[in-house]
């Protein structure tokens, strides 16, 4: 059998907790490390135990999950926190795509859903929705036609580079972005290329999330 994937879980109530590990029991490649109630019990419990990802609920009592969310990252880059909320603002979504949230779940999902998200994160790194993918697109389309370009050398990108890829982020094809550059089809297609080796961004979403986290897109 496959090494399962180590998760915590941090949510204020008990009932939660309990029913999502005992669902849980039914998956055998995911196995639960830990389970607390507040901020402060998760970073207690990450001097001892590291799990792959952490479900961690925003609205707990001592420390909450927006607090101690930011320690994890700092301290604990290498876990993977999936935000679970009853209700999401899109200020808020986009704010925690920005820290780096690997995902974002609703209290009301099923243990199918639960898994599956849990299983892609562990995989690939991340996992948007559809509804998450709106979100982040919508703002992106209201902000980046007026917006500066970012000058980043650090990330071995061209100014070139980065203007093809804002125009990836507004959803336009390569014949799109040959007009608008007064370039050819293939030279557009050539920076799509080097864009890819450079990022690792196998498809636009993972390049929007790319040029969010790197501050390539302000919003």
Known sequence: MKKPIKIGIADDHLFVRQGLISLLKEFEEIKVLFDVGNGKEVLEKLKNQMPDIILLDIEMPVMDGAE????IKIKYPAIKVIIISSHYKDAYIIEFVKKGAAG??????????????????????YYYDSAISLIM????????????????????LTDREIFVIRLICLNKTSIEIAKELFISVRTVEGHRLHIRQKTNCKNPLDLITFSIQNNLIRI
């Open 137 to 156: 697109s919508k703002a992106i389309s209201h902000t980046l036609e007026n917006s500066a370009v970012v000058h980043r050398p650090d990330l071995n």
């Open 68 to 71: 101690v969310f930011d320690k």
């Open 104 to 125: 974002f779940l609703s209290k009301n999902s099923s243990i199918e859903k639960i898994v599956e998200v849990v299983t892609a994160i562990y995989k690939e790194g």
